[in-house]
């Protein structure tokens, strides 16, 4: 019985490896084009995605913390980053480009608008350049973008929020960040000071301003962009030529300007606290990431809104929400034929 038995189970083994058999030889041709495969990424498609890291810029600014005192008129003092420096380099540092002129030379609210691209990385080094003796500023200043990628140590914040270091500028000390614009990470993105915490806000009294991440598909045709932050009172804006780079900051709702027929391209960034209600009179643009037409956008705290129009008649942007409209949130919007 047992003779029998071992026969039968010689002949099940048997039949066993002959179908392991055939099934390997049936996928020796599927596993041979998987090894192909391989050997060509390793060959070619780590090479190519090494090609496409590198085609990548560098971007090496210089930005600096400073007081604007109050002007005759009264009111507060101000604190505002200026544009020392931004050089633009492949990312081993040659073939520099200096774009430093294309920034007003003096500290501005909203602060500069830093234009990069997909790819790009960023050495951001700020310096504080307060007057350690004045008791109404602080000895830390910093840098905290939302949108792109960085270690905790680029965070921007104090050791008690990060549980690392204080990432700040001191008056004896600079601090660099790093940033990378990595895939996805298009968009346009507030940077504001985290650190000067005592100042009831400081960034509502000056020290913020906006990064754009243009991804490769972004228009190549926008003649300008409109950067409006939009506080609790006013609009503060920068405007931006699309040939030149060259930026114009404003105050309090500025007069933007447009070539009848061009593309011009509006950044909406919510500060504050209240929810507003951006409207474009005789304009309408496609709601980002739907198929919708609007001529209007909420847009409460922190939230951010981009979008395309051709510049056609003059008109104003203004926010209609009750409150603000009380305030005289609006500005001019002309157009030239």
Do not use: C
């Amino acid at each position: 019985m047992s003779y029998i038995n071992f026969n039968a189970k010689s002949r099940a083994s048997v039949h066993h490896s002959q179908v392991i058999h055939r099934r390997m030889r049936n996928a020796g041709p599927i596993l041979l084009l998987l090894l192909v495969l391989a050997l060509s990424f390793s060959l070619f498609g780590a090479n190519a995605f090494a090609q496409s890291a590198s085609a990548g810029k560098l971007h090496t600014i210089g930005l600096w913390a400073e007081k604007i005192p109050a002007g005759a008129e009264g009111g507060n003092d101000r604190f505002a980053y200026r544009m020392n420096s931004h050089v633009i380099a492949d990312m081993n540092g040659d073939n520099e480009t200096d774009v430093t002129a294309r920034y007003a030379a003096a500290a501005t609210v909203p602060g500069p608008t830093i234009v990069i691209n997909e790819g790009d990385e960023v050495a951001l080094t700020l310096s504080h350049v307060f007057d350690p003796g004045d008791s109404t500023t602080l000895d830390q200043v910093s840098v905290h973008v939302h949108g792109v990628h960085y270690d905790i140590l680029s965070d921007g914040t104090i050791k008690y929020i990060n549980l690392v270091e204080d990432e700040s500028a001191t008056p004896v000390a600079s601090y660099t960040y790093r940033w990378i614009a990595a895939p996805g990470t298009a968009g346009t993105w507030a940077y504001h000071d985290h650190n000067m915490i005592t100042l009831n806000g400081a960034e509502d009294r000056g020290l913020f301003g906006a990064l754009i991440v243009n991804s490769s598909t972004s228009l190549s045709s926008i003649a300008k962009d409109y950067v409006l932050f939009i506080g609790d009172d006013a609009f503060w804006g920068t405007e931006i030529d699309g040939q030149t780079g060259q930026q114009t900051s404003f105050l309090h709702n500025p007069a933007l300007t447009a070539q009848q027929g061009s593309n011009v391209r509006f950044h909406l960034i919510a500060l504050g606290t209240v929810t507003h209600n951006f409207s474009l009179p005789g304009y309408s643009w496609i709601d980002p990431g739907t198929n919708l037409t609007i001529n209007e956008k909420i847009i409460g705290p922190l939230e951010k809104h981009v979008f395309t129009v051709q510049a056609g008649t003059s008109s104003q942007y203004l926010d209609t929400a009750f409150s603000s409209s009380l305030l005289g949130m609006k500005g001019d919007f002309n157009v030239i034929p």
